[in-house]
Each structure stands twice: as structure tokens, then as C-alpha cells.
């Protein structure tokens, strides 16, 4: 059974930095064609990809967003981590990571909500 | 980059077949998969289509995906319409440049 779980702060305030951690288990992140993604979603609008690590490590970002993400793998701890830098009121939404393979997501984690206010 | 316009909201009566679109603005519909994902209120999304028309393994075959060159689109089709599939569907796709593209999202009333 694929499982994934997100945690980090419910809270975050202006300018700092926010580091989730996506922990996973039944697969494997050094198989061929998969992946991790992050995924956001601000209460009441739609889907935004975040990012993605690759199998072999790649890393790729959304373009908007790229200067102020960073995505990262441990395979050894099953978990992948993303922070995003300089947030903002505007960055407050549930975030998800997602299972990837071959660019086809399932499943998703239940998501964390993160709301940034002073 | 390229995008995928889905309509905002459909709606339609139990029992009946409704059809949701995904465009694609510029690349061939035909050159990456599509997936279709179904949010519940609440919910994290889940998958109910891959790969144009395939079903997970659990969705029930009124879920069906198709994709049309001509109008370089996406569809998903629900028949036998239950208040249960009441939710957003979001379409995704990929290329080499764009490694993960979401739709905007359609909001489904079953009324």
C-alpha cells in the first residue's frame, strides 16, 4: 500500500522560510520513472504544481516559482523535502505531494495546510 | 509553456452523461498522456483516469477519457451520473519542457 504524509508548520510568517517534508512508504524512489511531486492549492482556487524530483535525482520547478524553491530527496528516510523561501500572505493553501510515475500522480498525501500571517 | 483551459462548472441531473473538456493551447493533445483527477470537498484529489482512458484499479467504469486531435482536447465522461461524483476534476499533462500542466478545474453539480 502506497502511503504519503506531509507535516510542517501549520504557520508561517512573513519573509520566512517554510520547509515541508513529504515521508512515504511502499515504493521505492530509486525506481526508474518515479517521482515526488508538490502540489498547492489556496483555499477555494485550483491546483498548482510546485515540483518534482525525479528517480534519478533531477529536479525540476514550476518557472514562476523556481528562485524560491528547493526540492531534495533522502531515500534512506523515504521522505522528500521542499522549501520555499520569502513567504508570503499570498503562498497560504494546502499543500500536497503526490507519487508520481511516468508523470502520472497516484496517490496523493491528505495535504497540510499552511497559512502565512504575522 | 503550454496550457489546459477546462470549462469552469457543468452541471447535470442524476442519471444522465456529462462530458468535461481539457484543451490544450499549444503542443499536440496527442503528444502526452492526460489525467483526469477527481476532488471531493475536503479531499485530496485521486486519480480517476491515466493516460487518455485508463481506469485506476476501483473507479467504476462510468469514468471514461478520451482525447481528440481535431479540437487538440481532453474529455472525461461520467455516465449514470451519481450525487457522489458531485466534486472538481482537474486535468494534468506533461512535455519536455513542462514536466507537470494542471487544468484549472471544473466544478461538477449533480442536481
Known amino acids: 500500500q502506497v502511503t504519503l504524509r506531509e507535516s510542517g508548520p501549520a504557520l508561517v510568517k512573513p519573509t520566512q522560510t517554510l520547509t515541508l517534508t513529504c515521508t512515504f512508504s511502499?515504493?521505492?524512489?530509486?525506481?526508474?520513472?518515479?517521482?515526488v511531486s508538490w502540489i498547492r492549492q489556496p483555499p477555494g482556487k485550483a491546483l498548482e504544481w510546485l515540483a518534482l524530483i525525479d528517480w534519478d535525482d533531477e529536479k525540476y520547478y514550476s518557472a514562476s516559482l523556481q528562485t524560491r524553491l528547493t526540492i531534495s530527496k533522502d531515500t534512506s528516510k523515504n521522505q522528500v523535502v521542499l522549501t520555499m523561501t520569502n513567504m508570503d500572505p499570498v503562498d497560504t493553501a494546502t499543500y500536497y505531494c503526490?507519487?508520481?510515475?511516468?508523470?502520472?500522480?497516484?496517490?496523493w498525501g491528505q495535504g497540510t495546510l499552511v497559512t502565512v500571517s504575522s | 509553456n503550454f496550457m489546459l483551459t477546462q470549462p469552469h462548472s457543468v452541471s447535470e441531473s442524476p442519471g444522465k452523461t456529462v462530458t468535461i473538456s481539457c484543451t490544450r493551447s499549444s503542443g499536440s493533445i496527442a503528444s502526452n498522456y492526460v489525467q483526469w483527477y477527481q476532488q471531493r470537498p475536503g479531499s485530496a484529489p485521486t486519480s480517476v483516469i491515466s493516460e487518455n482512458n485508463e481506469r485506476p484499479s476501483g473507479v467504476p467504469d462510468r469514468f471514461s477519457g478520451s482525447i481528440d486531435s481535431s479540437s487538440n482536447s481532453a474529455s472525461l465522461t461520467i455516465s449514470g451520473l451519481k450525487t457522489e461524483d458531485e466534486a472538481d476534476y482537474y486535468c494534468q499533462s506533461y512535455d519536455s519542457s513542462n514536466p507537470v500542466v494542471f487544468g484549472g478545474g471544473t466544478k461538477l453539480t449533480v442536481l
Open positions: 503526490a507519487r508520481g510515475f511516468l508523470r502520472k500522480f497516484d496517490p
Open positions: 511502499g515504493f521505492s524512489l530509486t525506481t526508474s520513472g518515479m517521482c
